[in-house]
Protein backbone atom coordinates (compact mmCIF):
# COMPACT_ATOMS: atom_id res chain seq x y z
CA UNK A 1 0.00 0.00 0.00
CA UNK A 2 1.87 3.46 -1.18
CA UNK A 3 1.12 6.31 1.08
CA UNK A 4 -0.96 8.03 -1.59
CA UNK A 5 -3.83 4.73 -0.91
CA UNK A 6 -3.25 5.06 2.51
CA UNK A 7 -4.59 8.53 2.45
CA UNK A 8 -7.81 7.92 0.42
CA UNK A 9 -8.43 4.94 2.95
CA UNK A 10 -8.45 7.31 6.08
CA UNK A 11 -10.85 9.90 3.86
CA UNK A 12 -13.35 7.26 3.00
CA UNK A 13 -13.44 5.63 6.44
CA UNK A 14 -14.35 9.15 7.28
CA UNK A 15 -16.64 10.31 4.66
CA UNK A 16 -18.47 6.93 5.62
CA UNK A 17 -19.07 8.00 9.05
CA UNK A 18 -19.81 11.68 8.53
CA UNK A 19 -23.14 9.72 6.23
CA UNK A 20 -23.85 7.40 8.46
CA UNK A 21 -24.69 9.99 10.74
CA UNK A 22 -26.66 12.16 8.34
CA UNK A 23 -28.54 9.71 7.19
CA UNK A 24 -30.22 9.01 10.02
CA UNK A 25 -31.02 12.76 10.64
CA UNK A 26 -32.91 13.54 7.21
CA UNK A 27 -35.73 10.52 7.91
CA UNK A 28 -36.94 12.43 10.98
CA UNK A 29 -36.55 15.43 9.38
CA UNK A 30 -39.09 14.50 6.19
CA UNK A 31 -41.63 13.85 8.98
CA UNK A 32 -41.41 16.29 10.89
CA UNK A 33 -41.50 18.55 7.56
CA UNK A 34 -44.46 16.36 6.56
CA UNK A 35 -46.39 17.26 9.52
CA UNK A 36 -45.41 21.07 9.49
CA UNK A 37 -46.23 21.75 6.06
CA UNK A 38 -48.40 18.75 4.00
CA UNK A 39 -50.42 17.87 7.03
CA UNK A 40 -53.98 20.46 7.63
CA UNK A 41 -55.89 20.55 10.53
CA UNK A 42 -59.46 21.63 10.42
CA UNK A 43 -60.01 20.72 6.46
CA UNK A 44 -64.26 20.85 5.70
CA UNK A 45 -65.47 16.91 5.52
CA UNK A 46 -66.50 15.92 2.79
CA UNK A 47 -69.50 14.02 1.55
CA UNK A 48 -70.35 13.67 4.86
CA UNK A 49 -70.70 16.57 6.92
CA UNK A 50 -68.93 20.12 6.26
CA UNK A 51 -67.57 20.09 9.98
CA UNK A 52 -63.59 20.57 10.36
CA UNK A 53 -61.79 17.49 10.17
CA UNK A 54 -58.91 16.87 12.60
CA UNK A 55 -55.49 14.32 11.45
CA UNK A 56 -55.09 11.29 12.50
CA UNK A 57 -52.07 9.68 12.41
CA UNK A 58 -52.72 5.66 11.19
CA UNK A 59 -48.57 4.69 11.06
CA UNK A 60 -45.64 6.44 11.63
CA UNK A 61 -42.11 5.63 11.85
CA UNK A 62 -38.56 7.52 10.96
CA UNK A 63 -39.21 7.74 7.54
CA UNK A 64 -42.98 7.06 6.64
CA UNK A 65 -46.48 8.49 7.70
CA UNK A 66 -49.88 7.53 6.92
CA UNK A 67 -52.76 9.34 8.16
CA UNK A 68 -56.58 9.97 8.02
CA UNK A 69 -58.51 13.11 8.03
CA UNK A 70 -61.65 12.07 10.23
CA UNK A 71 -64.49 14.42 11.05
CA UNK A 72 -66.62 14.31 14.81
CA UNK A 73 -68.37 11.43 14.12
CA UNK A 74 -65.09 10.12 13.14
CA UNK A 75 -65.76 9.79 9.12
CA UNK A 76 -62.62 9.60 6.85
CA UNK A 77 -62.81 11.74 4.11
CA UNK A 78 -59.14 11.07 3.00
CA UNK A 79 -56.13 9.02 4.11
CA UNK A 80 -52.78 10.00 3.01
CA UNK A 81 -49.45 8.58 2.65
CA UNK A 82 -45.89 9.85 2.63
CA UNK A 83 -42.87 8.20 2.81
CA UNK A 84 -38.90 9.33 2.87
CA UNK A 85 -36.82 8.66 -0.41
CA UNK A 86 -39.65 5.72 -1.43
CA UNK A 87 -42.71 5.72 -2.93
CA UNK A 88 -44.31 2.24 -2.50
CA UNK A 89 -48.01 2.66 -3.60
CA UNK A 90 -48.74 -1.29 -3.30
CA UNK A 91 -47.07 -1.33 0.23
CA UNK A 92 -50.15 1.84 0.90
CA UNK A 93 -52.75 -0.11 -0.99
CA UNK A 94 -52.22 -3.01 1.14
CA UNK A 95 -52.19 -1.31 4.45
CA UNK A 96 -55.14 0.37 3.93
CA UNK A 97 -56.66 -3.07 2.46
CA UNK A 98 -55.36 -4.38 5.86
CA UNK A 99 -56.89 -1.55 8.21
CA UNK A 100 -60.21 -1.67 6.88
CA UNK A 101 -62.59 -4.71 6.64
CA UNK A 102 -64.84 -5.36 3.54
CA UNK A 103 -61.31 -3.99 1.36
CA UNK A 104 -63.75 -3.75 -2.08
CA UNK A 105 -64.40 -0.43 -1.53
CA UNK A 106 -60.52 0.31 -1.89
CA UNK A 107 -59.52 0.51 -5.57
CA UNK A 108 -57.07 0.63 -7.25
CA UNK A 109 -57.99 4.21 -9.49
CA UNK A 110 -58.95 5.75 -6.07
CA UNK A 111 -55.40 6.20 -5.30
CA UNK A 112 -53.99 9.26 -6.79
CA UNK A 113 -50.71 10.97 -6.54
CA UNK A 114 -49.55 14.65 -6.01
CA UNK A 115 -45.97 15.95 -6.12
CA UNK A 116 -45.64 19.05 -3.35
CA UNK A 117 -43.66 21.81 -4.13
CA UNK A 118 -41.51 23.55 -1.74
CA UNK A 119 -42.43 26.77 -3.71
CA UNK A 120 -46.57 26.24 -3.17
CA UNK A 121 -45.98 25.62 0.70
CA UNK A 122 -45.08 28.85 2.04
CA UNK A 123 -42.76 29.61 5.16
CA UNK A 124 -39.54 28.34 4.77
CA UNK A 125 -40.43 25.04 2.81
CA UNK A 126 -38.18 25.40 0.07
CA UNK A 127 -35.12 25.47 1.90
CA UNK A 128 -35.89 23.11 4.58
CA UNK A 129 -37.40 20.76 1.61
CA UNK A 130 -33.33 20.56 0.73
CA UNK A 131 -32.16 19.11 3.80
CA UNK A 132 -33.77 15.81 2.72
CA UNK A 133 -34.29 15.90 -1.12
CA UNK A 134 -33.53 17.30 -4.33
CA UNK A 135 -36.15 20.64 -3.96
CA UNK A 136 -36.72 20.03 -7.89
CA UNK A 137 -38.35 16.57 -7.01
CA UNK A 138 -40.28 17.86 -4.17
CA UNK A 139 -42.43 15.42 -2.09
CA UNK A 140 -44.45 13.06 -2.93
CA UNK A 141 -48.13 12.79 -1.02
CA UNK A 142 -50.38 9.63 -2.13
CA UNK A 143 -54.12 9.98 -0.76
CA UNK A 144 -57.12 7.19 -0.76
CA UNK A 145 -60.39 8.75 -1.50
CA UNK A 146 -63.31 6.58 -1.23
CA UNK A 147 -65.71 7.09 -4.67
CA UNK A 148 -69.23 5.34 -4.11
CA UNK A 149 -70.01 3.54 -7.87
CA UNK A 150 -73.44 3.46 -7.25
CA UNK A 151 -76.70 3.86 -5.29
CA UNK A 152 -76.15 1.35 -2.33
CA UNK A 153 -72.01 2.58 -2.01
CA UNK A 154 -73.35 6.30 -1.59
CA UNK A 155 -75.32 4.91 1.47
CA UNK A 156 -71.98 3.89 2.91
CA UNK A 157 -68.96 5.75 4.54
CA UNK A 158 -65.29 4.28 6.15
CA UNK A 159 -65.21 5.62 10.02
CA UNK A 160 -61.95 5.18 12.19
CA UNK A 161 -62.73 2.84 15.16
CA UNK A 162 -62.24 4.70 18.70
CA UNK A 163 -61.64 1.78 20.32
CA UNK A 164 -59.05 -0.05 17.96
CA UNK A 165 -57.86 2.94 15.57
CA UNK A 166 -59.03 0.70 12.35
CA UNK A 167 -60.91 1.48 9.79
CA UNK A 168 -64.49 0.20 9.09
CA UNK A 169 -67.44 0.71 6.72
CA UNK A 170 -70.99 1.35 7.90
CA UNK A 171 -74.24 3.61 7.05
CA UNK A 172 -72.88 6.87 6.29
CA UNK A 173 -75.42 8.38 8.72
CA UNK A 174 -74.69 5.93 11.42
CA UNK A 175 -73.32 7.43 14.60
CA UNK A 176 -71.55 4.76 15.59
CA UNK A 177 -68.06 5.02 16.45
CA UNK A 178 -66.87 1.85 17.24
CA UNK A 179 -66.32 -1.33 14.79
CA UNK A 180 -67.79 -4.29 14.42
CA UNK A 181 -64.58 -6.29 15.93
CA UNK A 182 -65.49 -5.30 19.26
ZN1 LIG B 1 -68.19 14.36 8.48
ZN1 LIG C 1 -62.38 -1.33 16.35
Redesign the pocket.
Known sequence: MTKKDKKQNTSYNSTDIAMSVVKSVPKSDFVSFVRKYLVVEGLPCSRHCDKPTHYSSLMEDRSKLVGAYVCPDNYVSRITYFEFNNDDLNWFKSFIRGELDGGNLIRDKDFRLATRHGWELGGSAESEIQSFSDSSKGVKEYYWTFYPKDNEEKKRGNFL?E??G?LFSQSLTSKNK??Q??
Open positions: CTCKVCRH
